[in-house]
């Protein structure tokens, strides 16, 4: 894998002597762990994925119900609470995606984020 994010993970403690912590100054929400995962890839590490694990999320859907749409747009690309928030994933782009590939990735991620904003919606 290239890049996991952080829900579940387990880090060996020597990991982080060796890469440092996460990047909990740029990325103070979202983002620290997919940057950490990446930067433990370019120290020479494996990640990998056990799939026979099993994770639970519980999501809260009443969360925004109280607000109205333009609030629950802004709230989904500017919070920082927010894991499509786009603050975030170009501060990620900027960080470790290479240059070749910065336009796109961000693209896309914006594109998805959209995606889900109006799946939800319905």
């Known amino acids: 894998m290239d890049f996991l994010t952080g829900r579940c993970l387990l880090h060996p403690v020597e990991i982080f002597a060796k890469v440092g912590n996460y990047d909990s100054k740029r990325f103070q929400h979202y983002g620290a762990d997919d940057e950490f995962s990446m930067?433990?890839?370019?120290?020479?590490?494996?990640?990998?994925?056990?799939?026979?694990s099993v994770v639970y999320l519980k999501e809260n859907p009443k969360i925004f119900l109280k607000k109205n749409i333009i609030e629950?747009?802004?709230?989904?690309?500017?919070?920082?609470?927010?894991?499509?928030?786009?603050?975030?994933?170009?501060?990620?782009?900027?960080?470790?995606?290479?240059?070749?590939?910065?336009?796109?990735?961000?693209?896309?991620?914006?594109?998805?984020?959209?995606?889900?904003f109006l799946k939800n919606e319905k």
């Open 39 to 52: 930067r433990v890839k370019k120290f020479g590490y494996s990640t990998l994925v056990c799939l026979s």
């Open 72 to 116: 629950r747009f802004f709230d989904n690309f500017l919070s920082i609470k927010s894991s499509s928030n786009i603050i975030n994933k170009f501060k990620l782009t900027i960080k470790v995606v290479p240059t070749y590939a910065k336009i796109t990735f961000f693209l896309i991620g914006i594109l998805k984020s959209l995606f889900i």
